[in-house]
């Protein structure tokens, strides 16, 4: 008899179990010794008061009466085919109720590997989201910080070319500062060595006029005196001669 247990099968094996047993019901049914014995019946009762009743699942013959012999062979007969006919039925039970309990258990297999499977895409995707999120805040944050340092640089690019241009502009400023103050130092120098050397010559022609002036009014005095002296004398004298 086949395996009537169904686990460990193929879901082939289990459609081939179910077949055979469907065929050794059948074969049961048709097997040459019942067959033989129903003819054997017929030919002996001249093939006349015979009933036959079939159904899905069993064919039972009903005959006239019989021998005790007779009848116990049919019954037996029938008791095995009924027997038979009950196991095929539980086996087939048995291998539908798997192979649907199977069918269930790959469905929810199956639904459940969808249900992962959509879970891990969902998950790689919401990874590969993340990722790129990620990777898209640190870019901007990586350009932010590029632009931030280029106005850094920048700023101190310009502000160094200020103070270059202010260092410059002092040193430039504070070099014509300084050349004016020399020139007007040196004008003023020579202004200034210029009025004195001005003032010497004039003092010099002051003293040198005020010696002319001197001598001459000595020179002046000594006339006068010496006219004097000669006045003088020459009334002393003609004083004297009128004596």
Do not use: H, W
Request: glycine share 10%; no cysteine.
């Amino acid at each position: 008899m086949t395996n009537s247990s169904g686990f460990g099968q193929t879901e082939e094996e289990k459609v081939k179990t179910a077949s055979n047993l469907a065929s050794t019901s059948n074969n049961l049914r048709n097997s040459t010794a019942a067959q033989e014995y129903l003819t054997g019946i017929q030919y002996r009762e001249g093939g006349t008061g015979s009933l036959t009743s079939e159904t899905d699942d069993l064919k039972t013959t009903y005959l006239p009466d019989q021998s005790f012999g007779d009848q116990a062979l049919l019954q037996e007969l029938t008791n095995k085919q009924n027997m038979l006919n009950m196991e095929v039925a539980a086996e087939l039970d048995r291998v539908n109720t798997e192979f649907f309990t199977d069918l269930d258990i790959r469905k929810a297999q199956s639904i459940a590997g969808e249900t992962r499977a959509g879970q891990r895409v969902g998950g790689e995707e919401r990874r590969a989201e993340l990722a790129e999120g990620g990777a898209q805040t640190r870019a901007t944050s990586r350009v932010a910080g590029q632009e931030q340092r280029a106005g850094y640089a920048e700023q101190g690019s310009q502000l160094r070319a200020t103070e270059r241009v202010k260092g410059q502009e002092d040193r430039g400023r504070t070099a014509e500062e300084g050349q004016q103050t020399r020139a007007t130092s040196r004008v003023a120098g020579q202004e200034q060595r210029a009025g004195i050397a001005e003032e010497g010559s004039q003092t010099r022609g002051t003293r040198r006029v005020e010696g002319q002036e001197v001598r001459e009014t000595d020179l002046q005095r000594e006339m006068f005196r010496r006219y004097k002296e000669s006045r003088d004398y020459d009334q002393a004298q003609r004083g004297a001669r009128s004596y």
